[in-house]
C-alpha cells in the first residue's frame, strides 16, 4: 500500500490501478502527487494479480470481478477511521469502485478513463451498474478514449448524479495528441481540479 498524506487532509481518495498498470506508475505518481498538493490523502494498493507480478514475477490476466471487489472491500476495511472517505481508480480500478460504492457507504466514487466497453466493440457495454449508482460520481474522460468517447457516452443517458469532465483530445491515458496543443501535464491538473471541485462539494 502507498499512502500520500497531506498535512491536513480534507479527504481521503483509494486510487485503485487500471488493467495493466501498477499502483505507482507514472500517470498514477502524477494523480496522486496532484490531489496530495491540493489536500487530498491519496491511499494506493494492487489487486492479487498485479501483486503477484511484483513480488513473484508471475503474469496473468487480472482477477475477476469478485476477487477485485473483494480486494477492495479489504483495503477500505483498514481505512474505517477516515470520515470522509472517497474511491475510485484508473480504467478497470475505477469500474471495481463504481461496483462497490453504494454498498461501501463512501461519500462519493471517481472513475478515470472508464471503460464504458471495449474497443472497437461499442455494443459490449458496462453501464448497468451505473444506470441505477446511487453514490455520487465523477468520470473523468479523455475525448478520443476508444472506450468510451463523447458521442457513445451521451447515448447512455447516464443518470444526474455522474458527472462528467472530458478532456480535450486525451486517450485512455489522458495523453493529447501534439497537434492538439494540449499537453499531458495539463491533462493531469484539469483531472485533479476535477476531482477536488468534486469531493469538496
Known amino acids: 500500500m502507498l499512502i500520500d498524506r497531506p498535512a491536513q487532509p480534507h479527504a481521503t481518495f483509494v486510487l485503485a490501478h487500471g488493467a495493466g498498470s501498477a499502483m505507482d506508475a507514472p500517470l498514477m505518481n502524477q494523480l496522486a502527487e496532484g490531489l496530495c498538493a491540493g489536500g487530498v490523502e ?15 514475477g508471475r503474469r496473468s490476466p487480472p482477477d475477476r470481478m469478485p476477487v477485485l471487489e473483494a480486494s477492495y472491500r479489504a483495503i477500505l476495511a483498514q481505512l474505517t ?6 474511491i475510485g481508480g484508473r ?3 475505477g469500474r471495481v469502485a463504481t461496483h462497490i460504492a453504494d ?16 474497443p472497437r466493440k461499442p455494443g459490449s457495454l458496462r453501464v448497468e451498474h ?3 449508482m446511487k453514490t455520487p460520481c465523477l468520470i473523468v ?6 472506450f468510451g ?3 457513445e457516452v451521451d447515448s447512455y443517458a447516464l443518470p444526474d448524479g455522474i458527472l462528467l469532465c472530458w478532456l480535450d483530445d486525451g486517450d ?15 491533462h493531469v491538473e484539469q483531472s485533479c481540479a476535477a476531482m477536488q471541485r468534486f469531493m469538496r462539494s
Open 149 to 151: 468517447t463523447p458521442e
Open 42 to 56: 491519496v491511499v494506493r494498493f494492487e489487486f492479487p494479480y498485479m501483486h503477484r507480478l511484483r513480488h513473484e
Open 130 to 132: 451505473l444506470l441505477t
Open 91 to 93: 480504467s478497470m480500478g
Open 81 to 86: 477511521d477516515r470520515p470522509r472517505l472517497f
Open 172 to 186: 485512455h491515458s489522458f495523453v493529447p495528441r501534439k497537434s492538439s496543443g494540449r499537453t499531458l501535464a495539463q
Open 141 to 146: 474522460q479523455g475525448s478520443r478514449d476508444p
Open 103 to 118: 454498498s461501501a457507504g463512501v461519500r462519493g466514487v471517481i472513475a478515470l478513463g472508464y471503460p464504458f466497453h471495449a
